[in-house]
């Protein structure tokens, strides 16, 4: 089964704080995700990459950057902390070509202080 | 780019109901359509998908097919039971991106 593990099930951080979420997926897929999920507005893509080192922005990148130096891993950085950051974060990962399903990790819940 | 258009919820139905959950979508050519469930406290499962008109996914007792003519993909099951509250995503898949719509949170009483 493919597994996608995200370091961290909850996290609290403060303003201003720099702060990493890390990805690691353990089937060799090509593409890797982090959405946000927020009440009320589903999950919306912040980022995506297709290869190591390549990345291509989301619906709302802004914010956010993000580091493939390995196929496997997938890291998100919020490059100052907001409470507007305060979400749960999904990693999900993928084969390419197209048609293939995304699997999930098991989210982070950050909050922000 | 592709969008989707899902039951607004939340559902809440008895043990044993017929659940039925619609869905529909925009989309460029014929993308893959996936249904993805979110238990409580959960990340995201696949349920089931279809990658053709036509094609029928099921599992857990849950069915949708995939429908061309009215771009549909809707979700049923004949008898529900308390272990399938949760979130329910329908999802088309375009351009290696899934594109998630807000869910339909269904819950089942006793």
């Known amino acids: 089964d493919v597994k996608v593990t995200q370091s961290s099930r909850y996290l609290v951080k403060r303003t201003g704080e720099k702060v990493f979420l890390e990805c690691v997926q353990d089937?060799?897929?090509?593409?890797m995700f982090w959405y946000r999920q927020d009440p009320g507005l589903g999950l919306r893509l912040i980022y995506f990459?297709?290869?190591?080192?390549?990345?291509e922005k989301g619906d709302i990148p802004e914010g956010y950057s993000v580091s493939r130096e390995k196929k496997e891993r997938f890291s998100l950085i919020l490059e100052s902390a907001s409470t507007n950051q305060t979400s749960m974060y999904l990693c999900?990962?993928?084969?390419?070509?197209?048609?293939?399903?995304?699997?999930f990790g098991q989210g982070t819940r950050l909050t922000v202080v | 780019g592709n969008s989707v258009t899902q039951m607004e919820g939340p559902v809440t139905l008895s043990e044993e109901a017929f659940l039925t959950i619609n869905c529909t979508y925009t989309?460029?050519?014929?993308?893959?359509l996936f249904w993805y469930v979110q238990y409580p406290g959960e990340g995201l499962q696949l349920l089931l998908k279809?990658?053709?008109?036509?094609d029928k996914g099921s599992n857990k007792g849950f069915e949708a097919t995939y429908r061309k003519e009215t771009t549909s993909f809707h979700l049923e099951k004949g008898s529900v039971q308390v272990s399938d509250s949760a979130v329910y995503f329908c999802?088309?898949?375009?351009?290696?991106?899934?594109?998630f719509g807000q869910g339909t949170r269904l819950t089942i009483n006793p």
């Open positions: 999900a990962s993928s084969l390419a070509p197209e048609r293939t399903e995304a699997f």
């Open positions: 089937m060799d897929h090509e593409n």
């Open positions: 990459s297709y290869d190591v080192k390549m990345k």
């Open positions: 989309a460029t050519g014929y993308p893959s």
């Open positions: 279809a990658t053709k008109a036509d």
């Open positions: 999802v088309p898949l375009g351009a290696q991106k899934l594109v």
